[in-house]
């Protein structure tokens, strides 16, 4: 197995021609690249799931997996969503360039290969690519942890501290796993700003807003980490309102409707008709076995 010199951008060349992953081996390696070679489709998707390099070359005609299907693999894979595709063809028609294009390739190169222009497009390209992490370390350091996904859920791309935030939402392990959100988004979507869910992990809640649509399949979303607040506990728990579990939190800790009315500030009328809307949303029917309840939820967080 090669591993790349985390010092020198990395390129995997795909092709089933032994002469063209030579001759690219070379001219890479003397231009400073780490190279890295496969000679099927299969061969570089298992390159893929152990690393991740800079640039991919493919070429377009290929046995098995030809080069649009293998390019649409890779670019289906969200860790290889910043890593430019060139696709490698002999096939100069439009629909084949178009089609290496909707397969998710940033750029083509026409076989056989003039190897000066084959440079200058890796290094346009890698540039360019440094250009988009840059900006969405950029994001996360402002706090703008953001990703795209599909209507589905699928993640598209993700800055890196969202995409660390979305592990802990998986439970993933694996540090190198952007993994597709854990349930479809709503539909409708919620006006730019809204929140599309939530979920909680450990002591924290999650929350997944809108901030806008970016595409015809593509969504841009916010995701945020926000300790969990105990009422918020009792909320999810037993359907209340964010005011009735607010009140359930104060009578679980002793206080009377006078004392959580001075508390909230408000009149212990108010304080008695959220507490009736407690009994009838949780089918309790005393203060004494709504704040055992109540205890019990919070202790088993």
């Known amino acids: 197995m090669t591993v790349p010199d985390p010092s020198r951008k990395s390129v995997l060349v795909i092709d089933d021609d032994p002469a063209v992953l030579g001759l690219m081996d070379e001219k890479l390696t003397d231009g400073g690249y780490t190279v890295l070679l496969a000679q099927s489709g299969m061969a570089a998707l298992a390159v893929t799931a152990r690393t991740v390099p800079d640039l991919i070359m493919v070429d377009a005609l290929m046995p098995g997996m030809n080069g649009w299907e293998v390019c649409a693999a890779l670019h289906d894979d969200p860790r290889l969503s910043l890593v430019p595709i060139i696709f490698m063809t002999g096939l100069t028609e439009t629909e084949h360039v178009i089609r290496a294009f909707e397969a998710g390739a940033a750029d083509y190169v026409t076989k056989p290969l003039r190897l000066e222009e084959v440079m200058a497009r890796i290094g346009v390209r890698m540039e360019s690519a440094a250009r988009i992490r840059a900006a969405h370390g950029a994001l996360d350091h402002a706090g703008r942890f953001l990703l795209a996904t599909s209507h589905a859920g699928d993640v598209l791309w993700a800055t890196p501290q969202a995409g660390l935030v ?18 479809p988004l709503p539909a409708p979507l919620p006006a730019p700003g809204g929140v599309l869910m939530r979920h909680n992990v450990g002591e924290n809640e999650l929350v997944l807003s809108l901030v806008g649509v970016s595409g015809p399949d593509e969504l841009l979303l916010r995701i945020s980490r926000q300790p969990l607040v105990p009422q918020r506990i009792l909320q999810d728990r037993l359907g209340l309102s964010a005011r009735e579990a607010e009140v359930l939190l104060w009578i679980s800790r002793g206080k009377t409707s006078r004392d959580i009315a001075d508390i909230l500030q408000v009149s212990p009328r108010t304080i008695d008709k959220h507490i009736e809307q407690i009994y009838n949303k949780t089918g309790l029917s005393t203060r004494a076995a709504a704040a055992a309840t109540a205890s019990r939820l919070l202790q088993e967080r």
Do not use: C, F, V, Y
């Open 166 to 183: 979305l592990r802990e939402l998986s439970g993933a392990n694996d540090a190198g796993a952007i993994l597709p959100l854990p349930a």
